[in-house]
């Protein structure tokens, strides 16, 4: 929503002000902002930073916003429009992902996101691995260019069936992983099945790489086979994008049945699965094994990254491949980036390998299972017109379909407007989506107290929408 309309409009606005002020002149506050231009917090944030990245204005945190000087700021004899022909008609679209990934502004509920608030995180037990890390002999050599043998073999261990350390990849976290698999899988132009809906991210990334993605439905068990199949015969494609657990957004597990169904559908069309397995650690309840481990031909490129259970900024994740796929797979992590930073190896396996991650895993689930519980609840209290399309057994996610005649985009904005953050459900789907709907995560509130808060702020905003 960074394109929304009335952002577009109150950025507008503002720059005829300031071309009329004086450098160093303050503009309003935010608050005073909000109120003359009727608009939500969030709008006037998103203006402001269009300002501050044109060079026009300077924030200073604690005291305002102030005109730039002159000579920071982009005039007459700065025009870059010849790069618009040098760079081509290609685009790199971060709209999406930015979204998921900004903060909250202060007074806001945030009821959407990808990572654990802070409140949830092992930062002590973390910063704690950091230091034994940073204490070991070759900390600051460079590692092995396929990762840490020690680090391989662990992610080799969590999944079990006959993965060996030799068949991972390390790398910088899940959304690299994902963009390296696309480039060593696929080339520019060809399509890629996706599941619909579908982690936006991986659509960004697909799109980035110059992929086509086509959707492939979803319904309470995950991927419909029957389609899966179809959707093989009918584009020729040879990746399938599949989140077999928890899937984001709806919630589904697929079952043991279904996920042999996958493997044996991809097999024959000669395709390969990449395996996001994202919530592996978020679930409150046993699920079947990673596709991966039922593998045996090489079809999974299996994917769990620790950067959403534990940090953002731990952004280390392993890669399951096997024969030429491994290989190009390697390839493209050494052209890219080389190699994953030592530090951030070694304070990985550090923490793995102590007493504090099985401590942290059991106390997360406690907390994810009550915030699901609570999050559904007052949803179903506040919210009875919204139906909520599964209530998984973990996750961080819940997938909502508004009534048919409300505007999705309205909501949401209405929402942002009485102060709670929601996915709107457009940017989950490679294609038109069937309906209105929104995502509400519940993992990144402060506390339940805050959660309930935020829902009551929602339903006003979809009463009022």
């Not at 840490?148 to 993965?163: I, K, N, S, T």
């Not at 179903?380 to 209530?391: C, D, E, Q, S």
């Not at 953050?421 to 309906?435: D, F, Q």
Request: aromatic content about 4%; overall charge positive.
């Amino acid at each position: 929503m960074n394109d929304d309309s009335s952002i577009v409009r109150l950025t507008a606005t503002l720059r005829e002000e300031v071309s009329r002020l004086r450098p160093g002149d303050r503009l309003p506050s935010s608050r005073e902002l909000v109120r003359l231009h009727t608009v939500s917090p969030v709008t006037v944030s998103r203006a402001i930073g269009r300002l501050a990245a044109e060079g026009r204005v300077i924030t200073k945190p604690g005291s305002g916003t102030y005109v730039a000087p002159a000579t920071t700021r982009g005039g007459d004899n700065s025009d870059m429009s010849w790069q618009t022909v040098a760079l081509g008609d290609r685009v790199v679209d971060d709209s999406e992902v930015s979204g998921l990934l900004a903060s909250p502004p202060e007074g806001v509920i945030p009821l959407t996101g990808g990572y654990l608030n802070p409140a949830l995180r092992p930062s002590r037990a973390l910063s704690a691995a950091a230091s034994r890390a940073l204490r070991r002999p070759d900390v600051w050599a460079m590692p092995p260019l396929s990762g840490l043998p020690e680090l391989r073999r662990w992610f080799a261990q969590e999944l079990g069936g006959d993965v060996t350390p030799s068949d991972v990849l390390i790398v910088s976290g899940g959304q690299a992983a994902l963009t390296h698999a696309f480039r060593a899988l696929t080339a520019p132009g060809t399509p890629i099945l996706v599941e619909t809906p579908t982690y936006p991210g991986a659509l960004a990334a697909a799109r980035a790489t110059g992929l086509r993605a086509t959707a492939v439905p979803v319904d309470r068990e995950g991927v419909r086979p029957e389609l899966l199949a179809e959707a093989f015969a009918v584009t020729g494609a040879r990746v399938f994008l599949c989140q077999p657990t928890l899937h984001n957004p709806t919630g589904a597990t697929l079952p043991l049945e279904r996920r042999e169904q996958v493997l044996a559908i991809a097999r024959a069309a000669g395709a390969f699965v990449i395996e996001d397995d994202y919530a592996r650690y978020f679930t409150t309840a046993p699920a079947p094994p990673p596709m991966v481990a039922l593998d045996t031909h090489g079809t999974v490129v299996h994917i769990n990254s620790l950067t959403k259970v534990l940090s953002p900024n731990l952004r280390v994740a392993g890669v399951v491949a096997r024969g030429p796929a491994a290989r190009r797979l390697r390839a493209s992590q050494l052209v890219e980036s080389f190699f994953v930073a030592r530090l951030l190896q070694e304070t990985a396996l550090e923490f793995v390998g102590s007493s504090a991650w099985r401590r942290h895993l059991a106390a997360l689930g406690a907390d994810l299972a009550l915030r699901g519980d609570t999050l559904a609840a007052a949803l179903t209290a506040r919210m009875p017109g919204a139906a909520i399309h599964l209530v998984p057994r973990g996750g961080l996610h819940l997938w909502l379909r508004l009534p048919e005649d409300r505007d999705e985009e309205s909501v949401v904005e209405a929402a942002r407007r009485a102060g709670a953050l929601v996915s709107p459900g457009r940017i989950y789907y490679p294609a038109e989506p069937p309906g209105p709907r929104i995502r509400v995560t519940h993992s990144a509130a402060i506390h339940t107290a805050e959660l309930v808060e935020g829902v009551r702020r929602l339903a006003t905003a979809l009463d009022v929408s």
